[in-house]
């Protein structure tokens, strides 16, 4: 099993360009998330989605939107790319029986 | 405000010795507590659950523990080892969503 796989791993954008990163998971989970890391801020939850075809913001929705694709992708998209969203994105899934969350690799956003 | 602490200074011991870590929250009442380890360029990735009417949780040399009237947890690495060292990250389970704490950064002398 591949679990998170999170596309692209690395990514410069212009500001304003606009780009989508994508997830996928193959554990069958029905909740999916994106968080963002920066240093001294720890993970924050951007948006999530607890079942397919249902999406919720998280603590820090603003300059994103995303879509649940099916119940293995989540897509997060970046519409007009700032600097401030320069960082290390990370998707993941829920397995609701345990609570455990399973983390992708990490997509590092650098916007210049 | 809802908030989660974690060290923020780096955590250095020596090997063999036991490393403890601290998370305290305030304005939550989470139903279970999770554990995870990230290492440097790599996603977190799960160590342990605690839940709100469990006092103690071990696994190997990982012991948790969780005081909801104190509002806090506390995670030991017995006998610890370089391997050890990598950034150790507390989260509190509510509903749909995971809260995470910004993170102690542990360091295992050889």
């Known amino acids: 099993n591949a679990g998170v796989t999170q596309t692209p791993k690395f990514q410069v954008l212009k500001t304003g360009q606009s780009m989508t990163l994508q997830c996928a998971q193959d554990?069958?989970?029905?909740?999916m998330y994106w968080y963002r890391q920066d240093p001294g801020m720890g993970l924050r939850l951007i948006y999530y989605s607890a079942s397919e075809g249902t999406t919720d913001k998280g603590e820090v929705p603003n300059g994103y939107n995303v879509s649940r694709l099916n119940k293995r992708e989540f897509s997060l998209r970046l519409e007009s790319a700032a600097p401030s969203q320069t960082s290390v994105y990370f998707c993941a899934s829920r397995d609701r029986v345990g609570n455990t969350i399973y983390f992708g690799e990490g997509s590092w956003l650098t916007v210049v | 405000s809802q908030k989660i602490e974690q060290n923020s200074e780096a955590l250095n011991i020596q090997e063999g010795k036991t490393a403890t870590l601290t998370c305290n929250y305030t304005?939550?009442?989470?139903?279970?507590l999770q554990w995870y380890r990230q290492d440097p360029g790599r996603g977190p990735v799960f160590l342990l659950l605690i839940r709100e009417n469990e006092k103690e949780k071990r696994k190997e040399r990982l012991k948790v523990t969780f005081d909801t009237t104190l509002k806090q947890s506390l995670f030991h690495i017995t006998a610890s080892q370089p391997a050890d060292s990598a950034t150790y990250l507390c989260?509190?389970?509510?509903?749909?969503?995971?809260?995470f704490g910004t993170g102690t950064l542990l360091a295992v002398q050889p």
């Open positions: 304005n939550y009442s989470p139903a279970y």
């Open positions: 989260a509190l389970g509510a509903t749909n969503k995971l809260i």
């Open positions: 554990m069958n989970h029905n909740s």
